[in-house]
Structure formats: structure tokens, C-alpha cells
């Protein structure tokens, strides 16, 4: 396969451990407390923060780390590298991907409807990404400051994908995480019931729509055709996730796991 390269109820809690940390709007026994919780607890107004997949993003980045290693390896040294072990970890993409959904909507879920919080989101999304990002792209422009040219520079500081591969060769994964925040942002203005119809279409339509442009080198028929990508809908599966835990509808959480990792590992096995 080659790349482009709550709190828990009482349902599913015993079996996650999901655990979220109560803030002030919601313990009496802390400062400013209201003591009455708004629907879905918050941490500094955002979400609880969840372990078990603060756990799981370091395996997915593991994973990814590993499987580059190996292919770092592979083309040094002319053989695998621990027997090619790691030769599905490119997975831990998707797992991320998953993940991402599956925060925004638990963390961001009462900020539908109420576009005067867009600034806000938009700021706390771009800090998470761009001062690390932009870091790594100014060390490869000092390296390559003699083969530059401005159209590469913006679409590499803006994560436009473009020229393909793009200027940092592994941004593809966080031009994704854009294309999804950007779009939630939209939900946000418009509210739940039209904000999720707006990512089920948008994202829908990218995964299945035939590309609508033929590439012909140019920035926009570049950009456009590579979010045509079925990557999108590991997005919806997570945002799926937080809606039923918050909806408590979990049944047999324990069986629903197993057959999650099962379903998880068989994928690795037809995809290697």
C-alpha cells in the first residue's frame, strides 16, 4: 500500500477506563463552579482528556515512527529491518485520523450553533499545528534556500498540498487534519443538525466522487484532486464514536472492543 508518501458513561467506563477531569463549570468544589453540568463536561471549556487515547496517539506515533525507520533502513541498507515487523505501521496514520474526529465533536460538540466561538477553535486548531510545522519547514528552506521559489514556500507555510509531493513530503497527514478542521468550523456557524449534514456531504462527496479535475501541474487542479481521498472517512468514523458515547448507546462494550481490534488486525493482514 503506498501513501501520499466524556466523560465515559457508566456503560463503557469500567472497560475504557475513560476518565475525564471535571473542570469548573461543573464541580461545586471548584472555583467559579456553577455545580451543574451543561450536557458535556468540559476541560478549560473544551473536553476531558481522555487517557486512554492520549495512550493511543502515542502508539499511533510510534507506529509511524517505526514503519519510516524501516523503510529509512530498507533503502540504506538493501534488507529489512527486523525481519520487515513494522512494514504496517503506516496505519497509525489512519488510526490518528480516527482519533481526530473522535475529538473534535467530543471536545467541540456545544460549540455547534454558536459561530462567535469559531475564533477561538481556529486559534487552539493552528496552535496545535503550525509552530512545530512551521519550524521544520524554515530548517528544510535554510537547507534548500538556493532552490526555492515563492509559489512552493506559501503552499508549503499554508499546507496547500501542493507541488506533489509537497515541500515537506510527510505534511500530506496535517493538509487532511486542515481540510477537517476547516470544515468543522463551518458546522460550528451552522449548528449541529445542518453542521453535520455540511462534513457528511463534504466528506462523503471527496470519498467517492470521481476527481474532478485533470491534473495538469497547476496549483488548483494539484490541490483539489488530492482531498479526493477516502482517508476522510476515517474522520466520520471517529465523530461517529464520540456522538454514540455521548448518546450512551454502547451496548456489550467489552464484545464491541474485541471485535474492533479483531476487525483492526484483520485489515493489517489484507493490507500487507
Not at 105 to 133: M, N, Q, T
Not at 150 to 178: D, G, K, R
Not at 184 to 194: K, N
Request: charge should be positive; charged fraction near 10%; hydrophobic fraction near 55%.
Amino acid at each position: 500500500m503506498s501513501l501520499p508518501s466524556f466523560p465515559g458513561p457508566p456503560l463503557i467506563s469500567s472497560f475504557t477506563g475513560l476518565k475525564p477531569v471535571p473542570s469548573a463549570s461543573q464541580d461545586p468544589a471548584l472555583p467559579g463552579s456553577s455545580g451543574t453540568p451543561s450536557g458535556l463536561p468540559a476541560r478549560s471549556r473544551g473536553g476531558p482528556r481522555l487517557a486512554d487515547l492520549q495512550s493511543l496517539r502515542g502508539l499511533a506515533a510510534l507506529m509511524v515512527v517505526f514503519f519510516h525507520a524501516s523503510e529509512i533502513y530498507k533503502l540504506r541498507i538493501g534488507e529489512p529491518w527486523l525481519a520487515n515487523v513494522f512494514r504496517a505501521g503506516f496505519v497509525g496514520v489512519d488510526v490518528f485520523f480516527v482519533i481526530s474526529g473522535f475529538i473534535i465533536l467530543w471536545v467541540h460538540r456545544e460549540d455547534l450553533g454558536h459561530p462567535g466561538r469559531v475564533r477561538s477553535y481556529a486559534i487552539k486548531r493552528a496552535y496545535r499545528i503550525f509552530p512545530l510545522y512551521w519550524t521544520v519547514v524554515l530548517l528544510k528552506a535554510l537547507k534548500d534556500i538556493n532552490h526555492l521559489d515563492w509559489a512552493t514556500m506559501v503552499c508549503a507555510f499554508l499546507l496547500i498540498p501542493y507541488p506533489s509531493p509537497p515541500f515537506i513530503n510527510l505534511s500530506w497527514t496535517l493538509t487532511f487534519e486542515m481540510l477537517f478542521y476547516v470544515t468543522f468550523a463551518g458546522a460550528i456557524c451552522l449548528g449541529f443538525r445542518w453542521g453535520m449534514l455540511l462534513i457528511a456531504a463534504v466528506m462523503g462527496a471527496l470519498a467517492f466522487l470521481p476527481q474532478p479535475l485533470v491534473s495538469d501541474g497547476s496549483v488548483l487542479a494539484t490541490s483539489v484532486n488530492f482531498f479526493f481521498d477516502q482517508h476522510v472517512l476515517e474522520f466520520l468514523a471517529g465523530m461517529a464514536v464520540a456522538w454514540a458515547l455521548r448518546l450512551r448507546n454502547v451496548w456489550f462494550p467489552t464484545a464491541v472492543a474485541i471485535a474492533g481490534v479483531a476487525a483492526f488486525m484483520a485489515s493489517l493482514a489484507y493490507t500487507t
